[in-house]
């Protein structure tokens, strides 16, 4: 079983600057992770992902070049460091991971076994 809690979200305005942590309990280092949100009133929509090693990694088309996701297996924790953030990045932030061994890049929801509770994410214009 694989819990996971993250950390990082609040309230800044457009431009700035916020880092996500996702903190895991049980083994993750052989599975590839994700960062999904999900806004008022939207589905849940993928972010971005890691494969196990860090080696890989893809983004949605709306946050690319501007965030970036990394993981630390040592501290079985993900990271969503976004940068120039803007108001449509409002959304509650989810990790996400999967339960098997993977060596693959999962940027679909479907993949995903275990969700954290999530973060909120505000940026004021």
């Known amino acids: 079983q694989v819990q996971l809690v993250e950390s990082g979200g609040g309230l800044v305005q457009a431009g700035g600057s916020l880092r996500l942590s996702c903190a895991a309990s049980g083994r993750t280092s052989t599975s590839p992770m994700g960062w999904f949100r999900q806004a008022p009133g939207k589905e849940r929509e993928f972010v971005a992902a890691?494969?196990?090693?860090?080696?890989?990694?893809t983004y949605a088309d709306s946050v690319k070049g501007r965030f970036t996701i990394s993981r630390d297996n040592a501290k079985n924790t993900v990271y969503l460091q976004m940068n120039s953030l803007k108001p449509e990045d409002t959304a509650v932030y989810y990790c996400?991971?999967?339960?098997?061994?993977?060596?693959?890049?999962?940027?679909?929801?479907?993949?995903?076994?275990?969700w954290g509770q999530g973060t909120q994410v505000t940026v004021s214009s």
């Open positions: 996400a991971a999967r339960g098997t061994l993977d060596f693959g890049l999962r940027p679909t929801e479907e993949a995903y076994d275990y």
């Open positions: 890691i494969s196990w090693n860090g080696g890989r990694t």
